[in-house]
């Protein structure tokens, strides 16, 4: 068995057995003696499958969730384990858990051999963080250039200070605006751009529904998401995904966290750490 699909069983049987909720990652290393990166490649692959509901945010490093717990798909899939296990010992070659998707989810029009390759060369290239930005093309509550440009700005300052503590592996900006490129598909392309990505930025003050969409994109395939909200804007809905909101007022220029830079210098390592992995 692949060491990281004996991990992910491990983890769904103990927490299934223990019936333990939102677990953090230090208690999961605790229980199993997993390292925390070998922690993250399990819940990821659990994620994959549909097992697990994972609660992302900041400042979580080295662990890249906040916490987990295991959904009535993974319950299921315990209980199957459970029946191949009293037929067969585990390491025999039978694979106990399901395949990952072919095509990605939230991409119903299927992805092409060239769509792979684009996703495969920017997330395995360690010299560049490749950003996604999200929004509304026009608001009340911000001027989308000036909003983009300043977002760009933070993660270009945040960059330039990862690289004085990482000489030996210099990284460079590469901040998109998501938009579709002419003759392909309208979601594909972007659904192309969001999961090739590291970071996924998205503006959420005015509730725009394809925002949304794609930003449940992100989520779906366990990316870092970065969610913006303007400070007079309604409240996001609550349902997804337990995220942290940032807020801002002036287009960007003012964000409402004294720890911001701090965090996002620790979502640039996570998401540099973990290039390489898809």
């Known amino acids: 068995m692949n060491p ?11 927490l299934t057995e223990n019936n333990i909720k939102d677990v953090n990652g230090d208690r999961i290393k605790d229980l199993t003696g997993l390292k925390p990166d070998d922690i993250n490649d399990a819940l990821d692959y659990l994620e994959s499958i549909g097992s697990v509901d994972i609660l992302r945010s900041l400042d979580t490093a080295p ?32 694979k106990l858990l399901p395949e990952r998707p072919v095509n990605p989810v939230g991409s ?23 950003v996604v930005f999200g929004l509304q093309y026009k608001s009340e509550y911000y ?3 000036q909003l983009v440009e300043t ?30 490129g002419y003759g392909e598909h309208l979601f594909n392309a972007i659904a192309r751009s969001i999961i090739g990505s590291d970071i996924a930025v998205f503006e959420i003050s005015d509730g725009n529904r394809n925002v949304m969409i794609e930003l449940g994109v992100a989520l779906t395939w366990g990316f870092r998401v970065l969610p913006l909200r303007e400070k007079r804007s309604p409240n996001p809905p609550t349902d997804i995904s337990g995220q942290t909101w940032i807020e801002y007022e002036n287009s960007g220029e003012k964000i409402f966290d004294e720890e911001f830079y701090k965090k996002l210098e620790k979502m640039i390592e996570q998401a540099i750490a973990k290039k390489g992995k898809m």
């Open 4 to 14: 990281i699909e004996e991990n992910a069983v491990n983890i769904l049987i103990y």
């Open 63 to 94: 662990y890249e969730f906040s916490s987990v717990t295991v959904n009535s798909r993974g319950r299921y899939l315990y209980h199957e384990l459970k029946k191949e296990k009293n037929e067969i010992e585990i390491g025999k070659g039978k």
């Open 108 to 130: 119903p029009y299927g992805f092409t051999e060239d769509d792979w390759k684009f996703v495969s060369l920017r997330r395995e290239d360690r010299t560049s963080l490749n």
């Open 143 to 145: 001027d989308t250039e």
């Open 151 to 180: 977002i760009k700005k933070r993660f270009q300052k945040t960059i330039e200070f990862y690289n004085t503590k990482n000489s030996e592996r210099k990284v460079t900006l590469q901040f998109e605006k998501l938009t579709a």
